[in-house]
């Protein structure tokens, strides 16, 4: 193919590309200024009513929908408490789609109220009247606010997860874990309000030994007031007096 003939057939092409853009953005411009929102739905809420999170969308009907900006609706949407996260997309030709994931509590912790605690360690929501309160509850943090402690937090969390695991562990369950120094952990079993004194650290560890032990005090039936420890190889069991 000659030069003169190479240059016309690029002409061409990037003419044709051209057009195509024009007419796609064209398009894009008379469905903008045409096509207004009309219904929005909302998907994944189970703890928050599909009204709230409509509401703190704050986007008003008749909005043309290609004026909507995704990204800041979303974050209005994740100042809700129970909100963790939220998608938003347009479904054309008038309807735009909120999908939002909520938080999970796995604990209570008491700072200057009591809040809940999601997964990730995050303080997130006073409980309301009626909600449960059937959690394990942290200790140790009051009136020290809502951003200390976060490895702490994040060891409680471990535990409780490490105990969950562990069958015999497991049926007892956790009442309260209380850090009363910096290096030392208090906890309370749900069942038998058994007190289990251990410093921080090795959870796994401490976690695997506590369900051995565990494990041979109910095979023998005794009644465990107590348990200090002190090392793997350590470890103090205090028995209730029979009477």
């Known amino acids: 193919m ?9 002409g061409i092409a990037v003419a044709i590309i051209t057009f ?16 207004e929102l009309d219904t929005i739905e909302v998907q994944g809420s189970v703890r928050t009513a599909a009204q709230e999170i409509i509401e703190a969308a704050s986007v008003p009907l008749k909005t043309p929908i290609f004026q909507l900006d995704l990204k800041e609706i979303a ?15 347009r479904v054309l030709p008038d309807k735009l789609n909120l999908r939002v994931a909520e938080r999970q509590p796995v604990a209570l912790i008491r700072l200057d109220k009591l809040y809940y605690v999601d997964e990730d360690g995050t303080p997130f929501k ?3 009247p009626g909600e449960t309160l059937d959690y394990p509850i942290l200790t140790g943090w009051e009136d020290q606010g809502k951003g200390t402690g976060k490895e702490l937090i994040g060891e409680a ?11 015999h562990l497991a049926r007892e369950g956790i009442s309260e874990i209380n850090f ?7 906890i309370f079993t749900a069942k038998e309000g058994t007190m289990i ?3 921080r650290g090795d959870v796994g560890l401490k976690v695997k030994r506590l369900e051995e032990v565990w494990k041979r005090t109910a095979a023998k039936h005794l009644p465990v007031k107590y348990i200090l420890y002190e090392g793997p190889g350590r470890i103090v069991v ?4 029979r009477g």
């Open 2 to 10: 000659k030069k003169g003939k190479k240059l016309v057939f690029v």
């Open 20 to 35: 195509i853009w024009g007419l796609e953005r064209g398009t894009q411009l008379l469905l903008a200024s045409h096509l």
């Open 75 to 89: 974050q209005r949407v994740e100042t809700l408490p129970w909100i963790r996260s939220c998608e938003v997309r």
């Open 126 to 128: 006073e409980p309301s």
């Open 157 to 167: 969390l471990w535990l409780i997860r490490e105990v969950q695991e562990h069958p």
């Open 180 to 186: 009363d120094t910096i290096d030392n952990m208090i």
């Open 197 to 199: 004194h251990m410093s």
């Open 238 to 241: 205090g028995l209730e007096e």
